[in-house]
T-cell receptor, first 116, second 112 residues
Framework: EPEVTQTPSHQVTQMGQEVILRCVPI?????FYWYRQILGQKVEFLVS????????KSEIFDDQFSVERPDGSNFTLKIRSTKLEDSAMYFC??????????????FGSGTQLSVL | AQSVTQPDIHITVSEGASLELRCNYS??????LFWYVQSPGQGLQLLLK??????LVQGIKGFEAEFKRSQSSFNLRKPSVHWSDAAEYFC??????????FGTGTRLTIIP
């Protein structure tokens, strides 16, 4: 089965630094997502992206966050100035179709971000 | 706004025993419901989904779930668990938009 690939698997950074989390979605997918899971809490939606623009974002996704599809294969999440509370597991996901009836979201194995 | 509650944080069952993981949702209309599994070091894998029609849905790995509108529930079941079923299980709901809303998850431990 095709996979969504995320790199790195672990990222440690100092508070205030910029981080970029990278994802390679499945090649024929058109919809892309970031979710995160703070330790012991729910998996939370951050943002969805289609046709080179954000289609939906949560209240978590403030001005410190941005997403980009720089080269047609990668999908990145940038955090401009990390805070301690940004420490979490970040999941990338992709799908062929979007919308509420989209049947299958493929998730990557996640990047564990630790902000010190 | 939609929400999901998984009341059991951790469940331990013996190998070969039956399993039921509870999930309750809140959403104003007919929801789209999902169960995902996460094994250690792995991403979230879709086990099964409910959109409409038959309220008993079959998934991969021998899992099934039943949608009960009157109880706002979508419990996951398996008649006989295997050691490889040990993982974290997440129930999720989607309303009329892109966003999946997850529960807090239930960690399943299997004892021999």
């Amino acid at each position: 089965e095709p996979e969504v690939t995320q790199t790195p698997s672990h990222q440690v950074t100092q508070m205030g630094q910029e981080v970029i989390l990278r994802c390679v979605p499945i090649s024929n997918h058109l919809y892309f997502y970031w979710y995160r899971q703070i330790l012991g809490q729910k998996v939370e939606f951050l943002v969805s992206f289609y046709n080179n623009e954000i289609s939906e974002k949560s209240e978590i996704f403030d001005d410190q966050f941005s997403v980009e599809r720089p080269d047609g294969s990668n999908f990145t999440l940038k955090i401009r100035s990390t805070k301690l509370e940004d420490s979490a597991m970040y999941f990338c996901a992709s799908s062929v179709r979007g919308g509420a009836t989209n049947e299958k979201l493929f998730f990557g194995s996640g990047t564990q971000l630790s902000v010190l | 706004a939609q929400s999901v509650t998984q009341p059991d944080i951790h469940i331990t069952v013996s190998e070969g025993a039956s399993l039921e993981l509870r999930c309750n949702y809140s959403y104003g209309a007919t929801p789209y419901l999902f169960w995902y599994v996460q094994s250690p070091g792995q991403g979230l894998q879709l086990l099964l989904k409910y959109f409409s029609g038959d309220t008993l849905v079959q998934g991969i790995k021998g899992f099934e779930a039943e949608f009960k509108r009157s109880q706002s529930s979508f419990n996951l079941r398996k008649p006989s668990v295997h050691w490889s079923d040990a993982a974290e299980y997440f129930c999720a709901v989607r309303g009329g938009n892109e966003k999946l809303t997850f529960g807090t998850g239930t960690r399943l431990t299997i004892i021999p």
